[in-house]
């Protein structure tokens, strides 16, 4: 299907930028899961343009619940959440609006769309539309907490300032991942962030922008989850993750530097740690055959560099068919990718909740009797 | 869904390395094909197992049509074809079968299962079950061809060795293409090969083994097709990629790449060039916000080093929770990803059928009226 | 899935009966198709509670765009509908929120849901969820319409009052939709209506409650639509049907009729007519091994009677275990019937649509190039 | 999809009525489960043609298990299982293929498929693929029966004939279940046997066929099973019953008997019996807003007589497009309803154990750690 994505978890996505609101509605919740509300509000402001290194628009984003919640815990009913849209510019985008920007879907939405696609902002395929994804994602974060389950995202990489590793060690780790999902740019060396704000400030100043890497790493994810051959967590996590407009790559452990190693460089050796089975090294970062090995869950995720930017490309009037300049006027990001972050730990939560339900079933989630 | 994949052109899988019989179903398909069996064939040889670079087992991989096929061409119904197994060997599996081959799936299986997998070869987790995937993908891939839509995967990389890259110029892709599948082994730099037989064999002779990386292309993909927001073509393309055993990472046309550049590098500017609308760089891999932009489709595989080596690891007895050495005897690849470029041109076909197939429906690939 | 339904034209509904709003969420519809706005609010208004023969909650029913249509036409993007509910007395159910009213869903959604289900007036199970399936219906009915294809329901029987067949010719049969679909009340023979009403009058005066049976016609489907062997035309529709609260059975063409009938009484023989294939009788309803056979497609529904009634019943107190007796107050329908017609109505065309999107693509309903 | 069906118990069916093969994958199934071939053999017993009131065609529908099953147990894998063919005569179909049988998918096949069907013996669409389809359904019902739930199907109605209803006592109801499930003719009132054999040798005699109403129980059925509001269980019944081929009707609890019924006559009025809450009838046949209630499922299915008689018929040659008269030869069924009544059966199994695996996953069947 196309806006609904989950077999047990599903949500279904609705929107425009520059229409009036914005929404999810997430179905197969269990019931009686009181709504953290805190939660949600820290995962939306993770999420939130603030400054100059990002676009200068300015929602505040308040997710209001529709239904699916009563007397402030789920019904187990679909919980739709909306967000109203406050602050778009629509007249900026009208002008330009038959030209193609690069790399953007101006032109192929044109095609699939008969002409007829909100072309206002990006319309249904603005990063806007991530923050009811986001709203949804801090429900399903919610569940994983319940069992114990923690994950986080840091930027591995910005441009070309590297952040330090996620450690192997599951108590720092455990400790990092509280860390970096209380910060609104997650690092974990904090001394990079300052040359991290400078790369993407100078990317603003030359009317261009950049990109980066993002690192996800998911703690005490339970042995034996993901569903051979076509449903491997792999495969639901990448299906969600390409989900988001700039991503184009995912790997999984040590991905492609796997490309020139041994097999016995890199195999992972087992052994037997506190009546635990456990490898020696994570190099398929937690997953064997597509199925979790209970190590942590390690994959990285590139998210390319904002195409809107202001600086003149060479495009075309697909209307006109002819060739043409273009200058992107409007508000736009230099970077994403300190934003993208929350945005992936909300797929991959959504993801992880519905393979845990494939085997455990939604009641493995419910509340007490009440 | 576990073993079925698709929305509209939908395969099932089946079967186990020592069990009797593989197969697959094949459900969807438009009715009044030709078989093409010598395309069909081709493929099956594409993947099968020669020389000394590969695993000893030897299968002759006769297709067989059970169903689905009326007087040489498709009925519209379920195709089932089966590929009897014949030369597995049972017993060099029982006496290890409760340790874990370390990188394997061995111990996620025991608990995903409960202890009941069939483990003798992998089970239904071995490299063999890719033999019906290729089979179904032939039928896929010949349904592209009549449409005009080519593609093709060569070794870009196997251990340090590295494969030229795919023209730009769409006339000498084609070309290429066209040269790599009627090649046993798919480079464009035929001047390579022998420095990447031999990584194999020096791997071979150290007990060891060696992975790599593939590129895809896909020429004449039309403009327009994928879902969003959770369908995209990258979507949709990833799932069915990571559903193959040794794939850890998956990039579209930079991939990785981008991470350091500024969109002003590496935005793909566009242009009108016979009277078509192109893009001047494709570093997008012909994808934009998940959906075709008509350029050709561009992505790289990252295939890790097959885990099964006879070099002594450390492991654990699973079943006695005892640490112990292992030395895993029987017949085993030093490299798969030869082999394995035909079922990423398998996957990949059956994917952009089915993306085909949500925008114009089954009747598109449809024969004509008997 | 639970909430959404379709393969290609989905919809999603959210909403209770006493929240802020209900809607639906329409995924998958064609581009540049405008909305006909005034077939939209008659269909609304055939659903809508008037008189003293239903329930006398009154909701203005206004029918908002929050997505998915831009400059008064589709964009191809998931549309999101909603309905705010105004007149809803929330206090009514409090009191006896745990007895089970008989025939109700209290007790078995206080079992699954653990307790944390919205209660009042219903809430997701309450009819007044109907409201956004007819507006999503229209949409359906719409697109249908403009290939020439015509349905309509109408009321064959109520309590023990019985309407009119529809005409076996299809000139006849047209007119008889467009006349039905015009009426609040839908009667093939209008001298029958006088009869129902009373019948339902007696009903709410003895504080009970009637059902009936509705009759409905698609007239100009195509050949060949329905997939053997899991979704034939017949699972489709009948799955979508039992859907709809009230409904306890369906049956095809001459359905339980078939019986006690030989198979020579009863078998459609076939003939040319005006260069065309068609049946000289029509019992299997236009549905032969489920796929259409471009007869109309005929078919029967049972809508139980209401069964909230004032008058007093026997039930049990599901927290405390009881015996007790039951009088409902608050506002119900003495007979739902004649507002079902158009749900069902709404639930046939979004199924017929995704029948036809499975054979001819989404691009089969596409606007023509802006 | 087309020939799968269910959301976590799938099956995808295959193969046609003249063959090689005929089979069956069922995924999803949990680990370690013992396959009970003594009620696999009895179920495919209870479907195969005997005597002369079946058609002649005698197949001894040995069913091979080809994967998913290791030293006799489960392995979780998907479980394909086949069956040959043996006793086809495909030379009867050849002469009259182009003439559409009254009431059969000839047409439409020919149509949909554009003349590349297999015709021979119906090929897809024959009531051969239900042996597959008995074949899964017995690994369900053991999966059922391991929880304690037992169902089974009766002939209510036969032509004329009429058998007694189910007992509304659940002690009494096991037993016939019992009992019915033992005989190859299931009938609760073993006296009208003898009509209803003569109403099918009269039928024969008379080169026609009939049909008549199967009624299915299912008793011990957990509370609270069922999605609301597309995935009810009588939604997924329903859509599983009209899968098969003759049914034209299906009919929960009273089901078309409420159409002339008041409320207060048909309310299920709720008590405490034995520490549980019981309904004191049971009209909604255990269903309430298409929910479990704890009470005996219980619904009805219609089945058309076999529309294939030798009495001559009128029909048309619809690649000629001629008018025709056929008297069809070939071994056909007089009556199917007798061994329609296993497969109605097996598609309620699948169909329940998969809204079990909605609420309580996959692990809720598996077998304890080996």
Redesign the interface.
């Given at each position: 299907?196309?806006?609904?994505?989950g077999?047990?978890l599903?949500i279904?996505?609705?929107?425009?930028s520059h229409?009036?609101?914005?929404?999810v509605?997430v179905?197969?919740l269990p019931?009686?899961i009181e709504i953290n509300q805190e939660l949600l509000e820290h995962q939306m402001r993770l999420r939130k343009a603030e400054g100059t290194i990002s676009t200068g628009r300015h929602e505040d984003d308040l997710v209001?619940f529709?239904?699916?919640v009563?007397e402030g815990?789920?019904?187990?009913?679909?919980?739709?959440m909306?967000i109203e849209n406050k602050d778009q510019h629509s007249k900026d985008y009208s002008k330009t609006k038959d030209i193609?920007r690069?790399?953007?879907?101006d032109?192929?939405?044109d095609?699939?769309?008969?002409?007829?696609?909100?072309y206002r902002g990006g319309?249904?395929?603005s990063g806007r539309?991530t923050a009811p994804l986001v709203a949804a994602g801090a429900l399903a974060i919610q569940l994983l907490n319940q069992k114990g389950i923690f994950l986080g995202t840091h930027v591995k990489?910005l441009?070309?300032v590297i952040d330090d590793d996620f450690a192997e060690d599951e108590k720092v780790l455990l400790k990092q991942l509280t860390e970096i999902n209380g910060k609104k740019f997650a690092l974990i060396n904090n001394e990079v962030e300052s040359d991290m704000i400078m790369a993407i400030e100078n990317?603003r100043m030359?009317l261009?922008?950049?990109?980066?890497?993002l690192e996800t790493a998911i703690l005490n994810f339970p042995?034996?989850?993901g569903?051979?051959?076509?449903?491997?967590i792999?495969?639901?996590l990448?299906?969600?993750?390409?989900?988001i407009?700039a991503?184009?790559?995912?790997?999984?452990?040590?991905?492609?530097g796997?490309?020139?190693?041994?097999?016995?460089e890199?195999?992972?050796?087992?052994?037997?740690k506190d009546?635990r089975?456990v490898?020696?090294t994570n190099?398929?970062?937690g997953i064997?055959?597509?199925?979790?090995?209970g190590m942590p869950i390690r994959f990285?995720t590139?998210?390319?560099?904002?195409?809107s930017?202001a600086?003149k490309?060479?495009?075309?009037n697909?209307k006109t068919?002819?060739?043409t300049d273009l200058e992107i006027v409007g508000r736009h990001d230099p970077a994403i990718i300190h934003r993208a972050r929350v945005v992936v730990d909300s797929m991959v939560a959504l993801t992880l909740v519905d393979c845990l339900?494939?085997?455990?079933?939604?009641?493995?989630f419910?509340?007490?009797?009440?």
């Open positions: 299907m196309k806006n609904t994505i077999n047990n599903c279904t996505l609705f929107g425009e229409g009036e609101m914005i929404g509605v179905d197969g019931a009686g209001r529709v239904s699916g009563f815990k789920t019904t187990g009913m679909p919980c739709c909306v193609a690069p790399s953007h879907v032109y192929v939405a095609v699939k769309y008969a002409g007829y696609q909100d319309g249904h395929f539309l990489q441009h070309t990317a030359n261009d922008a950049v990109g980066g890497i042995v034996g989850i569903e051979p051959t076509f449903d491997s792999e495969s639901k990448s299906h969600a993750l390409f989900s407009g991503v184009k790559g995912v790997e999984f452990g040590l991905g492609f796997f490309a020139d190693k041994y097999a016995s890199v195999n992972d050796q087992l052994k037997i009546g089975i490898t020696t190099n398929n970062g064997n055959g597509g199925i979790s090995n990285k590139v998210v390319k560099p904002t195409p930017i600086k490309q060479h495009s075309v697909f068919m002819e060739d339900m494939d085997t455990y079933g939604r009641n493995y419910m509340g007490d009797k009440k």
